[in-house]
């Protein structure tokens, strides 16, 4: 699948690959995530059998012209778990959305532990 949208100047397709790399970037620029972590067992296996294509813990899938981002995280020891989460989804929305110009739907963030 592929995020699509129509401009002035013609047709815009932008892979959900893509735009999971993208997510990876920006989400590790923000306070208090140290690493994406794959949310099962399956996600490790297919994570490495896929090894290169795909992001581990970073799934984007879209529908018409919704994005919906399901990221799993481990986040730094000692900071508030719930404010380094709201801080992700906020930042994770509004970039996703000036990149893509779609509307970013939801945002699931699973904690999957913590680390110094």
Request: aromatic share 8%.
């Amino acid at each position: 699948m592929s995020v699509k949208t129509n401009n002035i100047y013609g047709r815009i397709s932008i892979s959900n690959k893509t735009v999971g790399r993208y997510v990876s970037h920006v989400a590790m620029d923000c306070y208090g995530i140290v690493e994406f972590t794959p949310k099962s067992l399956i996600d490790s296996v297919v994570s490495f059998i896929t090894y290169g294509h795909e992001v581990k813990g970073v799934r984007v899938r879209s529908a018409g012209d919704r994005i919906f981002i399901d990221l799993s995280v481990v986040v730094k020891y000692g900071v508030s778990i719930k404010a380094v989460v709201e801080a992700l989804k906020e930042s994770v929305k509004y970039k996703v959305e000036r990149f893509t110009g779609m509307i970013v739907d939801t945002i699931n963030v699973n904690v999957m532990g913590v680390k110094s």
